[in-house]
């Protein structure tokens, strides 16, 4: 081979590595706000366990670092969907409209009550259910092989994704009541009940989640079937009927994309 064309093998750009850790850490420097997302989620997730079980500190300091940890996502979630701030009623109208404006003021609302475990199970399962997605990326970067064992624990999650939100879904239901037992036994206040009912409404009219909605709707079909039933005492079936009734009031309207 001559000189020149040892000259021109060495001036010919080299293939670049599409996987390993140099790639990743680009990946990362490029998308900063998605890792920082990753890290809150993560934050999340380990706040949540060492709540269930003290491993590193108290049990109690850790509940709230959940929410805390939950209150970042949602705010950095918000500012990537609505990057540009302004001070008039038709942006606020735009930020209650998102899904992460709803999650941001649901931990406001428990953040400076007494814990209730049941509390962080949706913010504990959305983290799951985003990480996921994420974190597979983020293995893709090492190399097709990278980290089998976590790429398995990923597929379980996605697969599971429409069980978990349905569990999401049943567990904000479930909480209101929840809630309303410990107003009477004077663990929450009138003022908690009131805006965790603001968020059940956001989180019914919710255009990217319809979980929440469809939920409500399954259990109406439930509880109407079993008022239906022959066996049903009449007296069960008529206080039924009027406390189905009295709910389907409170549901606010539903507005969908194709109607805006």
Not at 110 to 118: A, E, I, K, L, Q
Not at 176 to 196: A, E
Not at 198 to 217: A, D, M, Q, V
Request: aromatic letters at 14%; hydrophobic letters at 45%; a positive charge.
């Amino acid at each position: 081979m001559s000189e020149s064309e040892n000259r021109n093998e060495e001036d010919r750009p080299q293939p670049q590595p599409t996987t390993g850790l140099n790639v990743l850490t680009a990946h990362i420097g490029r998308n900063k706000i998605d890792f920082a997302l990753w890290c809150t989620r993560f934050a999340t997730i380990i706040f949540t366990f060492n709540y269930l079980i003290p491993i590193f500190g108290s049990g109690y300091n850790m509940y709230y670092k959940a929410l805390l940890a939950n209150s970042a996502t949602s705010a950095l979630r918000l500012h990537q969907r609505l990057p540009q701030v302004q001070l008039s009623r038709e942006f606020l109208g735009k930020v209650f409209i998102e899904d992460s404006a709803h999650y941001l003021l649901y931990s406001m609302i428990f953040f400076y009550s007494p814990p209730v475990t049941w509390v962080l199970l949706p913010v504990f399962l959305f983290a799951l259910l985003h990480i996921s997605s994420y974190s597979l990326g983020l293995i893709e970067l090492l190399g097709s092989n990278a980290l089998g064992l976590v790429r398995m624990a990923i597929g379980i999650v996605e697969v599971q994704s429409v069980n978990l939100l349905r569990t999401i879904a049943f567990s904000e239901i479930f909480l209101f009541p929840m809630l309303l037992l410990s107003f009477f036994s004077g663990r929450s206040t009138l003022m908690t009940l009131f805006v965790y009912y603001r968020f059940l409404t956001l989180r019914y009219s919710s255009r990217r989640n319809p979980y929440t909605r469809n939920t409500f709707g399954e259990l109406r079909f439930l509880v109407e079937s079993y008022a239906q039933n022959p066996s049903c005492p009449s007296v069960i079936r008529n206080l039924v009927s009027k406390l189905v009734a009295f709910i389907s009031r409170l549901a606010p309207p539903v507005i969908t994309a194709e109607q805006q």
